[in-house]
């Protein structure tokens, strides 16, 4: 039996050796949210947050996170890169988006007013195979500027 | 009254004959340009769910005792299963059921390519299933795979006949012609890669088999599983609420839902079968590769002489012929055209639609032809397009339905321009240049499609009709279409769609066909309540049903007056008001195509071959556009996969053994935020008049398909150096630098020679 902090919750979980975070946010707690779409760390579509940090979950053993918070998407419905994502179009299919608001709710936390540059940088690791990049760096940029203008 | 006639209905540019029932009262086209809500940027219905991860995709399904499956899949691209034996995985923990070779159609014991289904496990969980896996023996003889193009030729091993057209007399055109260019163009095997992996969820209810499968055609799984099971159509219900991205490779049901279905009616439980990313980039169809032989010839003006033209298109073991030659025959207006497309067939993996398939790779070749014409010419390549243009089909002589090409060309102009300033910027290694390409591509659409509305006492619409979203944004486009007609505020129309046990039937989402389908059906059955309303209205009221519109969530009289919808509606209680639309036909004796121009700015280092796509400009006619925020992200996404496709993505086969090397998204490289450049589009918005009463067209492959070769032309503008083989490599790059460095010399050798 672990413990798990989940957006601010505690779970008990029973976890067998090998079991990935990914696997245990998505069919031990139903946390489907997080995605996974190549399971061996290539595409980003798993990335959640453990202590403010990106980190894919696909390839990150549950009995790895200790006590240290883990932020999903589901965590994050109160950003405000959420309704950005919506206004700029930045979801298509959608199966990429979680991982990429999560990835960019860590570069805003960490770079309030990041450069284009800084976002493709930072997002480089989140595959989008629909192509919503552009409007992905439109949703980051529209979130910057109303932090500015706070 | 209902009236019978026969229309043609085309997908990918495969024409059937399609008797339709029309209604006679048909809507007119609503007005040019921006309407209330059609015309009007929308973001997506759906938008939060998907951005929340709330929105459930067949991989989220997960049921009551659901079981989960692993398949065992051939390693070998051409063997023969001597002797198998599954017991020891039946005696696995865990394990529920495993099937074979003789069990199910799809599991075979002589397979033709890599990863065709052996055996199937499925077992309570996923690592059970896998783990089975290596409990079952198996016994191989593993046999010589057919790889080898010459030796294909030299077989005859087609996947279908060759493919031979011609008109007028191609050698009579060339004898005509002041300028001939002769060139071998090669396109590569590409992989969709949706970052959802094809898979399904597989439940029987009674008689009734219940699919969660994430697909881009409902209906066609439904009839591919209901003669697989022997079972009347509508005992197959498929849901698919959300789907993770297609691209064309889930059109069909593919052998993991025939698996999930076959192990769930042994099981009586549910079954879940997934492709992992690696099956996924085995066994799941990618662009076939293509080797095109091309001859133009063309007068000193640039009038087009004569095409001719073959294209080897290597499908692997199955799949079909796309239409590799449309362009050449139909894109131009030249008389003496002739053609020759065939598929070979070889021990690989089969090919499947991919996004515009066919029209991407033609266009390829024959843009980057047309371009090395222009050059030998000295013409502008955007005058020696426009000197080209064909307002009809000059296949069959037939008119174009709405061709707004020359207005693209019109609004591309400055943005061709731009090569004067761009070539400037050329330093020291670094060259830029300016390419441009043309579009041709269907995306008319047809009937069968239908659609239901609902109208609630409260005023609130609901849109059920079973197609599907695959991420384009239609369910979106649908309720935009709903709300125009009705007079609603888009947030009080709902829109049901991906179950085909909740609305009529919807056409397959491919060949751009969603929007220019099912848009039509949902306006007719919109306009059907809204005429209900107004005859209701006009009953209450006491006034001239004629003079009553609906606009503003209100009924309008035209002499005054405005009642809230909910007003009438609301008198009715729990009644509801229904209306039922259908897709009309296509228009008689038309050819109906999507147009359009890019033009592409790159930078090309001479010394390493490194290239930068800079700038992407597109001008698109596809009709009437319902929802400009939508189309600019299908414009966006179809350049950015063009752009994987021209410079970076390739799926590789080991030559000798037919395995794919490229399996994993690090092997595979697909478009990053980092290599995006700006892209700057419009849309020309001018209703297709001729076609259905929304005179609009679909957009979803246009954007994809003259990226490549104005890339590749914009290389030519920069550095003189013609490639000719996609992906655009930096061995291609430096290896097309030396061959026009090797004619620059050999021009100044002829210069230099005495007379």
Known sequence: MIELLVNGHTHELEAPVGRTLAEALRLDLGLTGTKVACGEGHCGACTVQLEGVPVLSCITLVHTVGDRQVTTIEGLDWHPLVEAFVDADATQCGFCTPGQIVSASALLEANPSPSGEEIKHAMAGNLCRCGTYPKIERAIHAVAAQKEGN | ?755
């Open chain 2, 1 to 755: 009254m209902a009236r019978l006639i026969k229309t043609e209905k085309e997908v990918e540019g495969r024409y059937t004959e399609q008797w339709v029932v029309v209604e006679e009262d048909a809507l007119e086209q609503w007005p040019e340009g921006p309407l209330q809500t059609v015309g009007r940027p929308a973001t997506r219905v759906d938008g939060l769910a998907r951005a929340r991860g709330e929105a459930r995709y067949t991989q989220d399904i997960r049921l009551p005792g659901m079981l989960h499956t692993a398949v065992l899949r051939s390693p070998h691209a051409r063997a023969r299963v001597k002797q198998i034996d599954l017991t020891p995985a039946r005696e696995t923990v865990g394990v529920r059921e495993v099937i074979g070779p003789d069990d199910l159609e799809p599991l075979t014991d002589e397979p033709n390519y890599e990863g065709q289904a052996i055996a199937a496990i499925a077992a309570d969980t996923n690592d059970q299933a896998r783990a089975a896996l290596d409990a079952i023996s198996i016994e191989w003889e593993v046999l010589e795979p057919l790889l080898d193009v010459d030796q294909a030729l030299r077989q005859e091993s087609y996947v279908d006949d060759p493919k031979r057209y011609e008109r007028g007399d191609v050698e009579r055109g060339f004898a005509e012609a002041e300028a001939v260019v002769e060139a071998e163009y090669r396109t590569q095997s590409v992989l969709h890669n949706a970052l959802e992996t094809h898979q399904s969820v597989c439940e029987w209810e009674g008689d009734t088999l219940v699919v969660y499968t994430s697909t881009q055609f409902l209906w066609g799984v439904r009839d591919e599983v209901a003669d697989a099971f022997g079972l009347p159509k509508d005992k197959v219900r498929v849901i698919c609420r959300f789907m993770g991205g297609g691209f064309g490779a889930k059109g069909s049901a593919g052998d993991y839902t025939l698996i999930a279905a076959e192990l769930a009616r042994r099981t009586r439980r549910p079954v879940r079968c997934r492709l992992d990313r690696r099956e996924e980039n085995v066994n799941s169809g990618h662009r076939n590769p293509t080797i095109q032989k091309l001859r133009l010839g063309a007068r000193a003006d640039g009038t087009l002489t004569a095409i001719d033209a073959e294209y080897m298109c290597l499908l692997g073991w199955g799949g079909w012929l796309p239409p590799t030659a449309g362009p050449a025959q139909m894109l131009y207006a030249c008389d003496h055209v002739r053609t020759l497309e065939y598929g070979l067939r070889l021990n690989a993996p089969p090919m499947d639609a991919f996004r515009a398939p066919g029209f991407v790779e033609g266009t390829f070749g024959l843009e980057c032809a047309l371009d090395e014409l222009a050059a030998k010419l000295d013409l502008d390549p955007l005058e020696l397009r426009r000197r080209n243009h064909t307002d009809h089909d000059p296949m069959d002589e037939r008119p174009f339905s709405g061709k707004e090409l020359m207005e693209c060309y019109r609004r591309a102009e400055p943005h061709w321009e731009r090569r004067h300033e761009v070539r400037a910027r050329s330093e020291g290694p670094w060259k830029h240049g300016v390419g441009i390409a043309t579009q041709l591509w269907y995306g008319g659409g047809g009937p069968p499609s239908y659609a239901w509305v609902r109208l609630s006492g409260d005023g609130t619409a609901t849109v059920l009709t079973a197609m599907q979203d695959i991420g384009t944004g239609t369910r979106t486009a649908m309720a935009q279409i709903a709300a125009e007609e009705l007079g609603l505020p888009i947030d009080r129309v709902t829109v049901e769609l991906g179950d085909t046990a909740h609305g009529p039937y919807a056409t397959v989402s491919g060949g751009s066909s969603t929007t220019p389908s099912v848009g039509p059906a949902v306006r007719a059955a919109a306009g059907d309540v809204a005429r209900q309303i107004r005859e209701i209205a006009a009953q209450r009221f006491d006034l001239e049903e004629r003079l009553l519109s609906l606009s503003g969530g209100n009924v309008n009289s035209a002499d005054g007056g405005s009642w809230p919808l909910e007003e009438i509606t609301g008198m009715l209680g729990d009644g509801q008001i229904l209306g039922k639309g259908a897709r009309g036909p296509n228009p008689a004796g038309m050819r109906v195509m999507t147009y359009g121009i890019q033009v592409a700015e790159v930078a090309v280092d001479v010394e390493t071959g490194e290239i930068v796509v800079e700038r992407i400009y597109a001008v698109h006619d596809i009709g009437r556009v319902i929802n400009p925020l939508g189309a600019e992200s299908q414009i966006e996404g179809g350049i950015i996969q063009a752009i994987g496709h021209s410079l970076s993505e390739q799926r590789l086969l080991d030559p000798k053994t037919g395995k794919v090397l490229t399996q994993t998204l690090d092997a595979y490289k697909l478009p990053t935020i980092a290599d995006v450049p700006e892209i700057v589009s419009e849309l020309i918005d001018v209703p297709d008049a001729h076609l259905t009463n929304l005179g609009s067209k679909g957009l979803g492959e246009p954007p994809i398909v003259p990226t490549a070769a104005a890339i590749a032309n914009a290389i030519r503008d920069a550095t003189g150096a013609d490639v000719r083989s996609l992906p655009i490599t930096r061995e291609e790059m430096l290896r097309a630098l030396r061959e026009a460095e090797e004619r620059r010399r050999a021009t100044e050798r002829v210069e230099a020679a005495p007379a």
